[in-house]
């Protein structure tokens, strides 16, 4: 069946314009198709968009399908606007040889809504001691990293990145320099650590290692992107390398964008690692992508069990889910007030993970894939974890009021996801 996509105003080259957009196996045809065989969506003037893709992403599988599922996980993508995810690899097994990815690249073949492009490791078993079969995993994976720690050896990272730049992939890094990190942390090292008598992690654990890592890459020509920056310092680490022309980029969360240590709450859905920072670090990463700094937002969405997040801030494991609430919170809260025009924040989320990561789509131009996104910017709801397709629950924005929803996402010209909430939108 084809698609007509009507009545919508379409995302391109940073600017809105009023055009029709016809979907046929799969891709999106300047051809006008034949009335009798096409489904007809009226959009309402609602916005289409390049698919989302989310570059730091747990789906948990294999190993730990009791926090979540590739099939439950990429349904969260869908509901969130996601047409494409990269997937972390602290997997059990860990894909560290083509033999333990291959049962990931299985269960994805499966059970994927959208499209899943899975990191292999860095290091065996992400024990940093030895570099994985990087060479084997290459054509099947987005880059390699070792997310939920940091590479603590100089040596390893450097052998990493010499290797990786021989196969033409991405090191996508978690910094963290054990060193510097107190046992027992649970927030950001500042007034909240302060008051509540909590042990704080600082923020030079973070960007003493991105600082590091950027020396190696001067050396190496690695490609390189950081994970979930969330330090001031690091964007202005990152501001320079990029300014030296290194090959350098980031993505940082909305967490990381809306909030800061005075708005925690004693429950595990505030806890993640690193940890929401102060108010300078919060408006230094706003300042970063504003200034194209940083390139991507990522949710980081690492779901985790109603049991291993009822610990409070101090003995809940890190993580939370963003999928399903990163759009809304992000227009809400940093496009409607002004802070933040929304084509930086498309961009962020549809443009250049896709021009990093050379992934399909971003476009929405004849031939190009059909996965596209429309959201509804007029469509006041309360954010509610309860009615998530992702098996996690905890997200610090339960309960908060948006003023979007994403209304449809269709992926590989496949309608994966739809909710356009009014009588005559009924398909
Ligand atoms: O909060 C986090 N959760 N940060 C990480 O780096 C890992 C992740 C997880 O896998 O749960």
Known sequence: MSLLLTGGAVFADGAF???DIAIDQGRI????????????????????VPG?????????????????????GTAAAAAGGYTAVCAMPNLKPVPDSLDHLQAQ?????????????????????EQGQALSDMAA????????????????????????????????????AHCEDERLLPKGWAVHDGAFAKAHGLV?????????QVERDITLVRETGCRYHVCHISTKESVALIRAAKAEGLPVTCETGPHYLVLTDEDLLDEGRFRMNPPIRSAADRDALVEGLLDGTID???????????????????????????????????????????IVPLSTVLNALCVNPRNIFGLPGGTITDGAPADLTVIDLNRPHVIDSGSFRSLGRATPFDGWGVSCAVAMTICGGKIVYHDLNTQEDAL
């Open 137 to 172: 995993m290459a054509p099947y994976v987005a880059g390699f990293s070792d997310d939920g720690k940091g590479v603590q050896s100089d040596s390893m990272m450097r052998a990493a990145m010499e290797l990786a730049k021989s196969l033409d992939k991405p090191i996508v």
């Open 17 to 19: 314009r009023n055009m």
């Open 29 to 48: 045809v300047s051809v006008s198709l034949p009335r009798e065989d096409v489904s007809v969506i009226e959009l309402h003037d609602r916005l289409i």
């Open 296 to 338: 991507c937002i990522a949710t980081d969405h690492a779901p985790h069990s109603a049991q291993e997040k009822a610990g409070g801030l101090s003995s809940s494991l890190n993580g939370i889910v963003g999928l399903e609430c990163a759009f809304p919170i992000l227009y809400t809260q940093l496009v409607e007030p002004g």
């Open 105 to 125: 690249l299985d269960l994805i073949r499966k059970n994927a809504n959208v499209h899943v492009y899975p990191y292999g490791a860095i290091t065996c078993g």
């Open 200 to 208: 704080g992690n600082p923020s030079e654990s973070e960007w003493r």
């Open 52 to 72: 989302f893709v989310d570059v730091h992403v747990h789906l948990r599988e294999p190993g730990f399908s009791y926090k979540e599922t590739v099939f439950s």
